[in-house]
C-alpha cells in the first residue's frame, strides 16, 4: 500500500486524517439519524456527540501514551497534551462510550435506551478506520511466510520505523543474510522477504529476494568480495521490510461481521437496551484476538498485551452488564426511555 500525503504548504492532510475526519462525519449522520428516529432531540444529540468526542480524543491519547509509549509519558506526563504522538483506537472507544455515558447521567437521559441506536454506527466506524490504517501502512502485524503475508510503500513512516530501528543489527555484519535469518527466526525464511527498494538492480542478475543474494558471500564468493558488495549495494546491507499480517484487514472483517450482528440485534426484542454491553463483548474480543498477530505488542504480564489485559475487563464488563439486566428485567422489561 502507497500511504496518501496531500501537501498544501501551510497543512499536510493523510490519508488517516481524511478516513479520521470520515469516519466521524458518517459516524454523526448515522448516529444522529438513529438518535432522531429513536424521539431524542437534535440539540441534544449534537451536544452529546460533542461531549462524547471531545472524550473520546483525550482518552485516546492517554492510552496511548501510557499503554503503547509508556517510557516517554513517564517521562513527560504532559506530553498528552502536547504535540506529537498518535492516539490509541482502544482509548478513543472506551472514551467515546464514556463521554455518552456522562453527558446522559448529566441530562437525565436513559443511555442504554441512546445506545441501541448508537452501536452499529460505532463497529461500521471502526472498520472503516482500520482500512485508513491498512493504507498508511499502521498497526501492522507479526512477519509472516504465510500466502497473508505482504509488505507496504516504503515512504509510510510507520511502516518503516520498526524495520530502521533493526537495521545496525545486520547492516555490517560480515553475514548479514546469517543475522537477518536469526532476527526474524520462527516468522519468516530469506526466501520470503522480498528485495528492498534500494537492490531492485539486482533483479536483473537474477536475484529475486534475500535468499538468492547468498551467492554473493563467502564460502561461494571469493576474490576481494568485500568491494564486490560494495559496488552491488550490499555493504553497508540496507533496511529489509519482510512480509507481514494484515492486521488492519483482519480487524477491518471482524468488525463488519460485529456491524451485521448488532444490526441484526436491533430487531430483537430481548436485546433492548442491552446493545452496548454487547457491544463490548465483540469488541473486547475482537482485540484480544487482533493482538495475538500485532507486531507493536506492550506486554503488561506474561504474554498478554497492556490492550489484551484492557480487552479482557471490556468482555467481562459486557458479559456482567448483559447478564445482569436480562436478570434484573426479566419480569418489569427495560425502564421507559428518557427522551430530551
Known amino acids: 500500500m502507497f500511504p496518501l500525503y496531500i501537501d498544501l504548504h501551510f497543512l499536510t492532510i493523510t490519508i488517516e486524517g481524511l478516513f479520521a475526519v ?8 448515522y448516529q444522529r439519524y438513529n438518535s432522531l428516529k429513536a424521539g431524542y432531540s437534535n440539540d441534544w444529540f449534537v451536544s452529546a456527540y460533542t461531549f462524547a468526542i471531545l472524550t473520546g480524543m483525550l482518552f485516546a491519547r492517554l492510552f496511548h501514551f501510557m ?48 445506545c441501541d441506536g448508537l452501536m452499529a454506527p460505532i463497529c461500521i466506524c471502526l472498520a472503516i478506520g482500520r482500512v485508513a490504517c491498512f493504507a498508511n501502512g499502521d498497526a501492522y502485524g507479526m512477519p509472516t511466510g504465510s500466502a497473508l503475508g505482504m509488505t507496504f510503500s516504503e515512504a509510510s513512516v510507520d511502516w518503516t520505523i520498526e524495520w530502521r530501528r533493526l537495521h545496525h543489527l545486520y547492516a ?8 537477518i535469518s ?51 549495494g550490499l555493504r553497508p546491507f540496507p ?27 436491533q430487531k430483537a426484542e430481548w436485546a433492548r437496551q442491552k446493545l452496548f454491553f454487547i ?32 480487552s479482557i475487563g471490556l ?21 421507559e426511555p428518557v427522551l430530551k
Open 67 to 114: 499503554f503503547w509509549d509508556t517510557d516517554r509519558f513517564l517521562a513527560n506526563p504532559l506530553i498528552i497534551i502536547q504535540g506529537g504522538g498518535g492516539m490509541a483506537v482502544l482509548g478513543a472507544t472506551i472514551g467515546t462510550g464514556l463521554g455518552g455515558w456522562i453527558y446522559s447521567r448529566m441530562t437525565g437521559v436513559n443511555f442504554l435506551h441512546w
Open 239 to 265: 533496511v529489509v521490510y519482510p512480509p507481514v499480517h494484515a492486521t488492519q484487514l483482519y480487524e477491518f472483517a471482524i468488525m463488519f461481521v460485529a456491524f451485521l450482528i448488532v444490526l441484526r440485534l
Open 172 to 179: 555490517n555484519h560480515e553475514n548479514p543474510l546469517a543475522a
Open 279 to 310: 457491544f463490548w463483548i465483540l469488541y473486547g474480543v475482537n482485540r484480544l484476538v487482533i493482538e495475538t498477530l500485532r507486531f507493536d505488542r506492550n506486554v503488561a504480564f506474561g504474554s498478554l498485551t497492556y490492550a489484551q489485559v484492557i
Open 22 to 29: 470520515g469516519t466521524l462525519i458518517i459516524g454523526f449522520f
Open 182 to 232: 536469526q532476527i526474524f527466526r520462527g516468522y519468516v525464511n530469506l526466501g520470503d522477504i522480498p528485495l528492498p527498494a534500494a537492490l531492485e538492480h539486482l533483479r536483473a542478475e537474477g536475484v529475486q529476494n534475500l535468499a538468492d543474494l547468498t551467492k554473493y558471500y563467502p564460502p561461494q564468493a571469493t576474490g576481494d568480495y568485500v568491494s564486490v558488495l560494495e559496488e552491488k
Open 315 to 335: 468482555v467481562i464488563f459486557g458479559v456482567a452488564g448483559t447478564v445482569y439486566t436480562i436478570y434484573r428485567w426479566r419480569d418489569s422489561g427495560p425502564p
